[in-house]
C-alpha cells in the first residue's frame, strides 16, 4: 500500500502517520508507542515491543491526579492464540503491588498473583489481573481464532466477542479501517477495543480517558463517538426488551407503604397513578376501585410485599451502561456530579425517553483550575474570570448547582461562592489543596463532598498537597488517631450546623479503599460477590491499596472512625445524603448499611435515601416519597427495610411513571444471578 499525503495532526509527518495506520505484516524486534489520554491530553504510554523471539514485551503507565498504574508485563503466546507464559509486576492504580506469573509446563497451567494462586488443565485463557492494554488484544486475538468467537477463561469464566462496528480513519487520501470489537465475560458490561486490519492494538475508547498510537490522540473523539453509537444501539435493543409499559391510569394494590416522613410502615395500602402521577393512596378495602369511563385500569397486587419509594444516589459519574443497574438496584433518582456537559446531556436524554434504562437525573456543573492534577473533565478555568464565566453559563444552563474540585485556587472560593449564590445556585465539592474545610465553609460552601475531607481539615498541613493520593493515605494512616471528641471536631461540627453545610460521606469507596486486602473478598461487595460472573466476582478479591501487615490494623481504625464522625455528623443534625461514586447500584445498598452500622436508625437512613436527598435536590414536591402528587416511582421488596436494611437488597419490581421493570430479569441480562425472584 503506497502512503499519499494525510491530514490527522499538523504536529506529526505524512510518512509517520502512515507507518501507524498502513496494513503490512508485523515485523521481528517491532516496537508500537501508544499514547494514553485524559480529557484529551497526553498523560501516560503504553510500549509495545515484539521480539524475534515471539516476546510481547509491554510497559504501561499513566497519571491520573498522581494516581495511576506502572506495569511492566512480557508474554509468549502458544497454539490458538492462547498464553504460554506470562509475568506481570509494578503496580495499581491506587499503589497495591502488581505481582503475576502465569506458566504452561505440559499439560498444566499454573498462576499466581497478589490475589490467588492454582492450576488447571490447559485450554483456557489465562486472564491476569493486572494486565497491560495489550492483555486486551491478546485475548481479543485468541478469541477471533476461535471458530465459535468463545473461550474458557482461566481461574474460571467465559469470555466470547463479536464485531460491532468498523471504521475508516486517515487523510483525504489513504485511509484505513480500524475495528470495534466487543468482548463479554469480563466485567458486567462488554469491554470494548478498537484492532486494526492485522488485528494488532489500535485504541480504546473510555469517555474521558483513552488511547491511540502515538501522536494520533486527535482521532479519539471520532472513534468514541462511533462506539458511543454502537453502544446506544445495544443499549436501546435490551430497554426495547426490558421495559414493562404501564397504561395512563393504573393501580398497585395489596401493599404495606413505607412512610418515610413518619417512618413506619403502613399495611394493606392501594396507590393509585394516573399519568405516572401518585393520585391516591388508600386503604386497601377490596372494593370502591376507581373506573376511568369505559376503560378499567391495570391493576397490579403487590403480594403484600414492601413499597418504598425510589432510592437515590446523589454521587454519581453517568455513563449510558450505569443505568441499568441503578435501576435494578431501586435508584430511580441520581445526582451526576461531574462529566463532560455533552456526553452528560445525550445520556440523560436517553434515560429521560426511555430509549435506554436509567433513573431520572440531576447536575452539577464542574469547575476545576488547570494544573498537573486537573480533573479529567475537559475545560478547565486558567483564572478567576474563566472561573465566572462557567457559573454564569451553568445558571444559563439551569444547573442548580456547582461543583468545584482539588486545584481551585483557595483565594478562589469566596468569589465563586458569591457568584453561585447570586445565581441561585448551590456550592459544593472536594476542598481545595492548601485550604481548610473549615475556610471553605466560611467562604460560602453549601455541601461538603467525601469524608475524608472533613478529617484532613484537622489531620494536612499547610504544605501538604491533598490533589494527590495523600488525601487518601493520610487518611488512612491517621484518622483513627483523631479524637473525635476534641474541641477543634465538636467546634467544627457546630459550624457546619449553624450553615447548614450537607455532608456527602461516599463512606463506602474509603471502607474500601481502607479494609481490603488483596486476596479477600472486597467487604464492600462480599454479600453480592457470588451472585457475580466469576470474572467479575474474582475482580473483587484485588484490593486498591498496599495493606500489610504493618498497616493493616491502622487503617481498620481509621475506617472505624470514618463512620464515628458520620454517626456525629447526623446526631449533630447535619443533613447527609447517601452518594456512592462507586459501582452503580450495589454500592448505595451499602452505603446505608455503612451508615446503619455507625448507628443511624433504619428509619432516619431510609430518610436520607429518599425525601432528604429529594429536598437537597430541590424537588421534594414532586419526589422522594410515596405521597399523593408526585412521581410513581417505587420499589417493591421483598424484606422489610425498617426491620432489616439490608432487605433493599431485595427489590421484586421498579416502577417509574408509566413504566416497570423486573429486577431479576434486568440483573440476568447482564449475567447476575438475581436476588429475588
Not at 505481582?99 to 499454573?110: P, S
Not at 453509537?229 to 397504561?247: H, I, N, V, W, Y
Request: net charge negative; hydrophobic share 40%; with cysteine.
Amino acid at each position: 500500500m503506497r502512503c499519499k499525503h494525510v491530514r490527522l495532526s499538523a504536529a506529526l509527518s505524512a510518512a509517520f502517520i502512515c507507518a501507524w495506520l498502513a496494513p503490512m505484516p508485523l515485523r521481528a524486534d517491532e516496537t508500537r508507542h501508544y499514547d494514553w489520554l485524559t480529557a484529551g491530553k497526553v498523560s501516560g504510554s503504553h510500549v509495545l515491543v515484539i521480539t524475534d523471539d515471539g516476546r510481547r514485551i509491554s510497559k504501561f503507565e499513566f497519571n491520573d491526579r498522581g494516581r495511576g498504574p506502572r506495569i511492566h508485563e512480557e508474554a509468549r503466546i502458544g497454539e490458538k492464540g492462547l498464553l504460554r507464559s506470562l509475568r506481570i509486576n509494578g503496580h495499581s492504580y491506587l499503589g497495591a503491588p502488581a505481582d503475576e506469573t502465569f506458566l504452561v509446563e505440559g499439560d498444566v497451567a499454573r498462576w499466581t498473583s497478589t490475589i490467588e494462586q492454582g492450576e488447571a488443565p490447559v485450554g483456557g485463557f489465562y486472564s491476569a489481573n493486572d494486565g497491560t492494554p495489550e492483555q486486551t488484544a491478546l485475548l481479543a486475538r485468541a478469541l477471533l481464532a476461535d471458530p465459535s468467537r468463545q473461550i474458557n477463561l482461566l481461574p474460571y469464566g467465559t469470555a466470547s466477542i463479536r464485531r460491532v462496528t468498523e471504521l475508516a480513519v486517515g487523510g483525504e487520501g489513504e485511509k484505513t479501517t480500524v475495528i470495534l470489537y466487543a468482548i463479554s465475560g469480563l466485567d458486567l458490561a462488554p469491554q470494548r477495543i478498537w484492532l486494526d486490519e492485522d488485528q494488532e492494538l489500535f485504541a480504546l475508547a473510555l469517555g474521558w480517558m483513552g488511547m491511540t498510537p502515538q501522536g494520533l490522540g486527535g482521532l479519539l473523539p471520532e472513534l468514541q463517538a462511533a462506539q458511543d453509537r454502537a453502544e446506544k444501539d445495544e443499549l436501546r435493543q435490551l430497554a426495547e426488551t426490558l421495559t414493562g409499559k404501564l397504561p395512563a391510569n393504573w393501580i398497585l394494590r395489596n401493599v404495606s407503604v413505607l412512610d418515610v416522613e413518619k417512618g413506619e410502615l403502613i399495611p394493606g395500602r392501594l396507590v393509585v397513578v394516573t399519568d405516572g402521577r401518585i393520585v391516591r393512596v388508600v386503604e386497601d378495602k377490596g372494593l370502591d376501585l376507581p373506573v376511568y369511563g369505559d376503560l378499567q385500569p391495570r391493576i397490579i397486587d403487590g403480594q403484600g410485599m414492601t413499597l418504598v419509594p425510589g432510592l437515590w444516589d446523589m454521587h454519581t459519574h453517568l455513563s449510558l451502561d450505569d443505568g441499568l443497574l441503578q435501576v435494578a438496584a431501586g435508584v430511580t433518582s441520581v445526582r451526576d456530579l461531574g462529566n463532560d456537559p455533552a456526553r452528560l446531556n445525550g445520556i440523560r436524554a436517553s434515560f429521560d425517553k426511555g430509549e435506554v434504562i436509567g433513573p431520572r437525573s440531576f447536575a452539577a456543573g464542574f469547575i476545576d483550575r488547570k494544573s498537573p492534577y486537573s480533573a479529567p473533565v475537559g475545560r478547565l478555568a486558567e483564572s478567576l474570570d474563566d472561573a465566572l464565566l462557567m457559573v454564569r453559563e451553568y445558571a444559563e444552563a439551569g444547573y442548580p448547582q456547582i461543583k468545584i474540585y482539588s486545584s481551585i485556587e483557595p483565594g478562589w472560593v469566596k468569589p465563586i461562592a458569591t457568584e453561585v449564590h447570586r445565581n441561585g445556585m448551590r456550592l459544593s465539592g472536594h476542598i481545595p489543596s492548601y485550604m481548610t474545610a473549615r475556610q471553605a465553609v466560611l467562604d460560602g460552601y453549601d455541601e461538603i463532598q467525601h469524608i475524608n475531607m472533613l478529617f484532613l481539615n484537622f489531620l494536612a498541613g499547610p504544605e501538604d498537597d491533598t490533589r494527590t493520593p495523600l488525601r487518601f493515605s493520610l487518611v488512612a494512616d491517621k484518622a483513627g488517631e483523631l479524637d473525635l471528641d476534641s474541641q477543634p471536631v465538636t467546634d467544627f461540627i457546630s459550624l457546619l450546623k449553624d450553615r447548614g453545610v450537607v455532608v456527602d460521606p461516599t463512606v463506602t469507596i474509603f471502607d474500601s479503599m481502607f479494609r481490603h486486602r488483596s486476596g479477600a473478598l472486597d467487604p464492600s461487595y462480599a454479600m453480592v460477590a457470588d451472585h457475580m460472573p466469576p470474572s467479575v466476582r474474582r475482580g473483587m478479591l484485588a484490593g486498591a491499596m498496599d495493606i500489610n501487615d504493618s498497616n493493616a490494623g491502622r487503617y481498620a481504625r481509621s475506617a472505624d472512625a470514618l463512620l464515628k464522625l458520620i454517626k456525629r455528623l447526623h446526631g449533630a443534625g447535619i443533613p447527609l445524603v447517601a452518594g456512592t461514586d462507586a459501582m452503580p447500584g450495589f454500592t448505595l445498598h451499602r452505603e446505608l448499611e455503612l451508615y446503619r452500622r455507625a448507628g443511624i436508625s433504619n428509619a432516619d437512613v431510609l430518610r436520607i435515601a429518599t425525601l432528604n436527598s429529594a429536598y437537597i435536590a430541590g424537588v421534594a414536591a414532586e419526589s422522594g416519597s410515596i405521597s399523593v402528587g408526585k412521581n410513581a416511582d417505587f420499589v417493591l421488596l421483598a424484606g422489610n427495610p425498617l426491620d432489616d436494611i439490608s432487605a433493599l437488597r431485595l427489590p421484586l419490581a421498579v416502577f417509574m411513571g408509566d413504566r416497570w421493570y423486573d429486577t431479576a430479569q434486568l440483573y440476568e441480562a447482564v449475567g447476575i444471578k438475581p436476588f429475588t425472584r
